[in-house]
């Protein structure tokens, strides 16, 4: 059973940083390119950064350009979203997903809320 | 490049059939098969419901169906069920740094 279960999230001050990690089981995880979405309150999905299956190419929205970066460590299974600088614009629910064919995500997180707080 | 736009509701009685649209451009939609779809209940990940166009993960049933007319993609749910009851929302695949693009979503009753 394929599983993406996510850590990290919660209350941040503005400009403050914050790591998510997605721990992977059930597939072939260096087989597969990942992704961050997000979705702030109320609010549809939105793209965040995506990162290929060897780790080596990633892209990033330009909402967050310059201020995230997105990993991976294969040998554990683990994507990670490093955020910094973080923006009240930034709160919302971050989901880890899994990257199939077509740019279609087919395997979620359960979601985890990041609160930028003044 | 501007997400994509859908509807924001769509509403039809259990049994009836539905369709909610997906508007992009000529380089996402209407560029390439590589709409999907999601369904999304309260509180809840969204799932997968439709890839490459017109194709279903195991699972979902064979109500959900997708399809695209020049820039415009759409899902039609048949047979209306009260547990189709959700928010839709629509992606694309998109060229270069853009990665892919989200429609705003469509809220579904199912009356």
């Known amino acids: 059973e394929v599983q993406l279960v996510q850590s990290g999230g919660g209350l941040v001050q503005r400009g403050g940083s914050l790591r998510l990690s997605c721990a992977a089981s059930?597939?072939?995880?260096?087989?597969?390119?990942m992704t961050w979405l997000r979705q702030a309150p109320g609010k549809g999905l939105e793209w965040v950064s995506s990162i290929n299956d060897s780790g080596d190419y990633t892209v990033h929205a330009d909402s967050v350009r310059g201020r995230v970066t997105i990993s991976r460590d294969n040998s554990k299974n683990t994507l990670l979203l490093q955020m910094n600088s973080l923006r009240d614009e930034d709160t919302a629910v971050y989901y880890c997903v899994k990257d199939r064919s077509g740019r279609a995500f087919d395997y979620w997180g359960q979601g985890t809320l990041v609160i930028v707080s003044s | 490049q501007s997400a994509l736009t859908q509807p924001p509701s769509a509403s039809g009685s259990p049994g009836q059939s539905v369709t909610i649209s997906c508007t992009g451009t000529?380089?996402?939609?209407?560029?390439?098969?590589?709409v999907s779809w999601y369904q999304q209940h309260p509180g809840k990940a969204p799932k997968l419901m439709i890839y490459?166009?017109?194709k279903r993960p195991s699972g979902v049933p064979d109500r959900f169906s997708g399809s695209k007319s020049g820039n415009t993609a759409s899902l039609t749910v048949s047979g209306l069920q009260a547990e189709d009851e959700a928010d839709y929302y629509c992606s694309s695949y998109a060229p270069s740094n853009i990665y892919v693009l989200f429609g705003g979503g469509t809220k579904l009753t199912v009356l």
């Open positions: 000529s380089s996402d939609v209407g560029g390439y098969d590589y």
């Open positions: 490459e166009l017109n």
């Open positions: 059930g597939f072939s995880f260096s087989s597969y390119a």
